[in-house]
Structures are given as structure tokens and as C-alpha cells.
């Protein structure tokens, strides 16, 4: 996608929500824009209001995930609340923002999917002592909730079989009793997880893999 492109969704974003302009931007080779969200609950009152920075990466937009600053300061600058001292949000879990930087995003649909519902879901804590669409965790617990949210495995050593298959490119008969987890079938089960772990990249796979080698190891230490 072109930087026409880039331009169009913006223009686009901007003629829906009037809040937000495009501005100078402090990081180069980043499109800024600079507006407020304002929160409403399902009654239609309103709950708050931030005012944000949004960075866009223009040469890699859409393959890229914005940079969102919280202005305002109104979110206590902490990892509970999933925010950095700089004011940078955490927006998701990162292996979900990394597969949708892989796919490809429309910035306008990305904002109204993530970018909202971010700011949303403080208020909602703040309301409640929780957020809507639960917790989540942050560095390697947070790795590991994602494998057991997204494909139900909680044994390090399951996730490490996964992993080295996908990375190895291993090809098991899909008929087998599944060499990783024990089911009857592989193509019923981790064949899947194989195949759908290709799209957050070899990259971070290899990654993943160190450091539930490393976890695992630390963990067989303590157990003696």
C-alpha cells in the first residue's frame, strides 16, 4: 500500500471524527495526528475524555501498528494499567498487535477496534475494579497467556513441541496420534496451532521458543 493510500484512510478517519487533525509529528517518517476520545457508556453519558497522539509509520503502513500517547496524563503511568512512564499504551496482548501488523491494517477500523476500546476499558475498570474484556499480562507471563488463551496449552514443554515444529517445519501424517499433545489425530489439533503460529513469524517464534527453554529450565531447578 502507497502513501496515497495512507493519505486517503487518514482523510477518511478525519472527515468521521472531527476531534482529531493532523499535526506536526515529533518522531520523523511518521503521519501525527492530535485529537480527544471521548468515552460514553451504554446509557450515552459521557465517562471521560483523553487527549491523544497518534504516530503512524508512513513507509510501512499497512504493515505497522501506531504509536498511541496519552496526553492528558489522566492514566496513571504504570504497567497495571498498561501504559509506559512515556505515556505509551500498551494497546493489546503483542503477539495479537504483531499478526495484525502482519495482515495488514486500515487505520480507522484499527481505531475503532483497538484504539477506543483501550481508553473504554479504563474507564470501565475504573468503574467496576475490572476490564470488559479481561486481563492481561505484560513481558513473559504475558507470552504465556496468550498461548493459553489463543490455542489452550498451559504445559511449557506442549508449547516448546509446538514451537519447535512450526519453526522446524516438521510435517507429521495428519491421520497419526498427534506427536505433540497425545489426541488422537494431528490434523485435528496441533496441526492447526502449527500452521496459524507461521503468521506471527519466524521471528518471534524463535523468541517464544528461548524463553520457555529458559522458563521451563528455571523451572525443573526449583523442583530440584
Given at each position: 500500500?502507497?502513501?496515497?493510500?495512507?493519505?486517503?484512510?487518514?482523510?477518511?478517519?478525519?472527515?468521521?471524527?472531527?476531534?482529531?487533525?493532523?499535526?506536526?509529528?515529533?518522531?520523523?517518517?511518521?503521519?501525527?495526528?492530535?485529537?480527544?476520545?471521548?468515552?460514553?457508556?451504554?446509557?450515552?453519558?459521557?465517562?471521560?475524555?483523553?487527549?491523544?497522539?497518534?504516530?503512524?509509520?508512513?513507509?510501512?503502513?499497512?504493515?505497522?501498528?501506531?504509536?498511541?500517547?496519552?496526553k492528558t496524563q489522566i492514566i496513571d503511568r504504570d504497567w497495571d494499567y498498561h501504559i509506559s512512564k512515556?505515556?505509551?499504551?500498551?494497546?493489546?496482548?503483542?503477539?495479537?498487535?504483531?499478526?495484525?501488523?502482519?495482515?495488514?491494517?486500515?487505520?480507522?477500523?484499527?481505531?475503532?477496534?483497538?484504539?477506543?476500546?483501550?481508553?473504554?476499558?479504563?474507564?470501565?475498570?475504573?468503574?467496576?475494579?475490572?476490564?470488559?474484556?479481561g486481563e492481561y499480562k505484560h513481558h513473559f507471563e504475558g507470552i504465556a497467556q496468550f498461548y493459553q488463551?489463543?490455542?489452550?496449552?498451559?504445559?511449557?514443554?506442549?508449547?516448546?513441541?509446538?514451537?519447535?515444529?512450526?519453526?522446524?517445519?516438521?510435517?507429521?501424517?495428519?491421520?497419526?496420534?498427534?506427536?505433540?499433545?497425545?489426541?488422537?489425530?494431528?490434523?485435528?489439533?496441533?496441526?492447526?496451532?502449527?500452521?496459524?503460529?507461521?503468521?506471527?513469524?519466524?521471528?518471534?517464534?524463535?523468541?517464544?521458543?528461548?524463553?520457555?527453554?529458559?522458563?521451563?529450565?528455571?523451572?525443573?531447578?526449583?523442583?530440584?
Open positions: 500500500m502507497t502513501k496515497t493510500n495512507l493519505n486517503c484512510d487518514i482523510d477518511s478517519f478525519l472527515g468521521k471524527y472531527y476531534s482529531f487533525k493532523d499535526v506536526h509529528s515529533p518522531k520523523p517518517g511518521y503521519l501525527a495526528l492530535e485529537g480527544k476520545i471521548s468515552v460514553l457508556d451504554k446509557k450515552g453519558k459521557l465517562w471521560g475524555q483523553f487527549e491523544i497522539l497518534i504516530l503512524i509509520n508512513k513507509v510501512e503502513y499497512p504493515y505497522t501498528i501506531p504509536i498511541v500517547i496519552e512515556e505515556g505509551v499504551c500498551c494497546l493489546d496482548i503483542p503477539h495479537k498487535l504483531l499478526k495484525s501488523k502482519k495482515r495488514g491494517i486500515t487505520f480507522e477500523e484499527f481505531y475503532r477496534n483497538v484504539i477506543y476500546p483501550f481508553f473504554a476499558n479504563y474507564h470501565y475498570k475504573e468503574s467496576t475494579g475490572e476490564y470488559a474484556n488463551e489463543e490455542f489452550d496449552l498451559e504445559n511449557f514443554e506442549d508449547i516448546i513441541a509446538l514451537l519447535e515444529t512450526s519453526i522446524g517445519g516438521i510435517k507429521h501424517q495428519p491421520n497419526i496420534e498427534c506427536p505433540l499433545c497425545g489426541k488422537p489425530k494431528y490434523k485435528k489439533c496441533c496441526r492447526k496451532k502449527v500452521y496459524s503460529l507461521k503468521g506471527y513469524g519466524m521471528q518471534q517464534l524463535k523468541i517464544d521458543l528461548v524463553l520457555f527453554r529458559q522458563q521451563l529450565l528455571k523451572r525443573k531447578k526449583v523442583l530440584g
